[in-house]
């Protein structure tokens, strides 16, 4: 601080070397921050999701994220115990309800009341399918499904049925995510 209050020639020289090397530094940080970025983008180059959310992070550049809470007066804060505070009283206040009285009343859930999926809807997908792709792993391809005629597609639609009611997959099959493309 000396150095801006008696501003004479060798304060002034004093600040300008602390001023470049301090923006050396930050340049340097910055350097090695972006040689990591491309580093890990270059290992990520077989992972397409991660690679192209690499490239777009890094084209956005830097987004300071901003945290601002409004208390129950509409009072504006930011620092980040408060912000702590606000959501658990929040959530106390919401979770903590005392005026049910009915016990009997409607359960309300975040998930919506789907009908099971119908034979033509299951028919629709198969036919949706594409053809002459590589079969999934347990090797069943489209064009079988496709051309098993109306027997396949009943039981297909009965696989499906039994998963969406029980909400369980049969034993021998490893993952949803098979199941997800019918």
């Given at each position: 601080?000396?150095?801006?209050?008696?501003?004479n020639?060798?304060?002034?020289?004093?600040?300008?070397?602390?001023?470049?090397?301090?923006?050396?530094?930050?340049?340097?940080?910055?350097?090695?921050?972006?040689?990591?970025?491309?580093?890990?983008?270059?290992?990520?180059?077989?992972?397409?999701?991660?690679?192209?959310?690499?490239?777009?992070?890094?084209?956005?550049?830097?987004?300071?994220?901003?945290?601002?809470?409004?208390?129950?007066?509409?009072?504006?804060?930011?620092?980040s115990?408060?912000?702590?505070?606000?959501w658990?009283?929040?959530?106390?206040?919401?979770?903590?309800?005392?005026?049910?009285?009915?016990?009997?009343?409607?359960?309300?859930?975040?998930?919506?009341?789907?009908?099971?999926?119908?034979?033509f809807?299951?028919?629709?997908?198969?036919?949706?399918?594409?053809?002459?792709?590589?079969?999934?792993?347990?090797?069943?391809p489209?064009?079988?499904?496709?051309?098993?005629?109306?027997?396949?597609?009943?039981?297909?639609?009965?696989?499906?049925k039994?998963?969406?009611?029980?909400?369980?997959?049969?034993?021998?099959?490893?993952?949803?995510?098979?199941?997800?493309?019918?």
């Open positions: 601080m000396h150095w801006l209050q008696d501003p020639q060798s304060n002034v020289d004093n600040l300008n070397n602390v001023r470049r090397d301090s923006s050396r530094h930050f340049r340097n940080k910055k350097n090695e921050y972006l040689r990591d970025k491309f580093d890990e983008l270059d290992t990520n180059i077989r992972n397409n999701r991660d690679l192209c959310r690499g490239v777009s992070d890094f084209k956005k550049g830097y987004q300071p994220r901003t945290n601002i809470v409004k208390d129950e007066k509409g009072d504006l804060f930011t620092d115990h408060s912000i702590l505070v606000r658990r009283n929040l959530f106390a206040l919401l979770l903590n309800e005392n005026g049910v009285n009915d016990v009997g009343q409607a359960v309300h859930t975040a998930e919506p009341l789907v009908s099971e999926p119908s034979a809807e299951v028919e629709m997908a198969i036919e949706k399918l594409k053809r002459h792709k590589s079969p999934d792993i347990y090797q069943i489209a064009e079988f499904l496709k051309a098993g005629g109306r027997t396949i597609r009943s039981e297909v639609h009965k696989l499906i039994s998963v969406w009611n029980k909400e369980e997959l049969p034993e021998g099959v490893e993952g949803v995510d098979h199941c997800m493309y019918l």
